[in-house]
């Protein structure tokens, strides 16, 4: 950040009174400009035995297979951000969400938190920012073509879970991915 989001004068990085690190501050009207982690939600969509994947039409990681996820919007629940993401990446209508994977990503200042979600039907269709979707068992998932470490491990998680058929919430932390 170079300059004021409130009054459009330079900012400076200092440490301010009673705070112990360092922040945005203007040198102007004074406003502190607090960065906080962002929180990035999404689905594991189940279907029988196979989940849904839609594979990326955007940057980055185009053309890798991912989840339907994305960054919460102001305003609305974590399940809501879950469900719009699966609508606006795949057309996908779910039920039934429950949290099952979070993982704190502090390199990148991330936390991805994942239900598994019901799919309704199979009347998904790639949404703006998908160039296909399609259900995968697990012997089909296309495991060196994921986007992310947080979209693999996820994965491997519920595929180990439903061996067992018990699906408890996976809480984890991601420190770096080379991809
Ligand atoms: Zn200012």
């Known amino acids: 950040m170079k300059y004021c989001q409130s009054c459009g004068s330079p900012v400076d990085l200092i440490v301010p009174d009673g705070d112990n690190?360092?922040?945005?501050?203007?040198?102007?009207?004074?406003?502190?400009?607090y960065q906080n982690p962002k929180i990035v939600a999404g689905c594991v969509p189940v279907w029988d035995d196979s989940?849904?994947?839609?594979?990326r039409a955007i940057e980055p990681r185009y053309n890798y297979w991912t989840l339907p996820a994305g960054f919460m919007e102001n305003g609305e629940t974590l399940?809501?951000?879950?469900?719009?993401?699966?609508?606006?990446?795949?057309?996908?209508?779910?039920?039934?969400?429950?949290l099952y994977s979070v993982i704190s990503l502090p390199h990148i200042s991330q936390v991805y938190m994942m239900f598994l979600a019901d799919?309704?039907?199979t009347d998904f269709f790639p949404g703006a920012e998908?160039?296909?979707?399609k259900l995968f068992s697990e012997d089909?998932?296309?495991?060196?073509?994921?986007?992310?470490k947080t979209i693999e491990s996820t994965l491997r998680c519920f595929f180990i879970d439903r061996k067992t058929g018990t699906f408890t919430l996976?809480?984890?932390?991601?420190?770096?991915?080379?991809?």
Not at 21 to 33: A, F, L, N, S, W
Not at 130 to 133: A, G, M, P
Request: proline share 2%; net charge negative.
């Open 140 to 148: 089909e998932i296309p495991w060196r073509s994921l986007a992310f």
């Open 119 to 121: 799919l309704k039907n």
């Open 79 to 98: 399940e809501q951000a879950a469900q719009r993401e699966s609508i606006e990446e795949a057309n996908a209508a779910l039920e039934n969400l429950r």
């Open 21 to 33: 690190r360092q922040r945005h501050v203007c040198t102007d009207c004074g406003d502190i400009h």
């Open 51 to 55: 989940v849904l994947l839609c594979r």
């Open 170 to 179: 996976h809480n984890s932390t991601i420190e770096k991915w080379n991809r």
């Open 130 to 133: 998908s160039l296909e979707t």
